[in-house]
């Protein structure tokens, strides 16, 4: 059982980890070198529990304790407990969802394991936005593709933001990083996937045009505002683009994914 402890120090040591979350570069150092990640809200904490992530510590308002009984009464590490306004004055925002968590980062997974199942897939190239990752892990797990694989450049999956707007799908949705970014496409040849290209290029063919039906796929999509790079659409099995309404050029890169994925889905 979580041993609940009523907090009114903010300089507390033991609330370090949930100090100052709005500030993107900061909490990316002071998480990947404690190995910790945030889980905000009562379902998404719920929901990384379940997945078998390890709680570290809880922080919460009064009036979730009872909500949260049950998570709590499973783990044997501190809750701590704050008024709402003193939790806002340490994380630095308003914590409107009521109740935080930090756990133990989940050891990363190889590529080769991410797609030795797989059969579609979702390859993002510089995603640099918290929000879209989490948007992209939400899709994707939806409408039941099998994994994501991320460049180098990729923001967290993990950071507090992503799994938010995630809704908890980045735990039950496997994904790795490709180091080697250059020979990705190589790399997802030689495994038996064909790929698409997602751009604006010329001549790229309409999506509501292209196989839906081929063995292993891979969705290959670029960052925001710049795309694919040349290396990756050239590289590809086939560059598709979704038709737009005169004037109009292209959608968010989340949306784009949404969209691609229904049309490519399992059937």
């Not at 795309?227 to 659409?233: D, I, N, R």
């Not at 691609?260 to 399992?266: E, I």
Request: net charge negative.
């Amino acid at each position: 059982m979580a041993v609940t402890t009523h907090v009114d120090d903010l300089t507390d040591p033991r609330l370090r980890d949930y100090v100052h979350l709005r500030d993107v570069q900061l909490r990316s150092s002071l998480e990947a070198e404690r190995g910790i990640y945030l889980a905000e809200g009562e379902k998404v904490v719920r929901r990384a529990v379940e997945a078998g992530h390890r709680p570290l510590s809880f922080l919460m308002a009064p009036r979730w304790l009872d909500t949260l009984a049950d998570v709590l009464d499973a783990s044997d590490v501190p809750c701590f407990v704050l008024d709402e306004g003193l939790i806002e004055e340490l994380t630095g925002f308003h914590v409107h969802r009521g109740a935080l968590a930090a756990l133990e980062r989940p050891e990363p997974l190889a590529v080769e394991d991410v797609l030795r199942t797989a059969r579609r897939i979702v390859v993002l190239e510089d995603l640099v936005d918290h929000t879209n990752i989490g948007a992209v892990f939400r899709t994707v797990a939806a409408l039941g593709l099998d994994a994501v694989l991320l460049s180098p450049r990729c923001a967290d999956p993990l950071y507090r933001r992503s799994v938010k707007v995630a809704m908890g799908a980045v735990f039950r949705l496997p994904y790795a990083r490709l180091d080697d970014w250059y020979a990705g496409p190589d790399l997802l040849r030689d495994a038996g996937f064909t790929t698409y290209a997602m751009t604006l290029a010329d001549d790229a063919v309409p999506l509501d045009s292209v196989p839906a039906d081929v063995d292993r796929l891979a969705i290959v999509v670029g960052g925001e505002g710049h795309g694919l790079t040349e290396h990756w659409q050239r590289e590809a099995d086939l560059r598709v683009t979704i038709p737009m309404a005169e004037g109009i050029d292209s959608l968010n890169v989340a949306a784009s994914v949404a969209v691609a994925c229904w049309h490519l889905r399992p059937r």
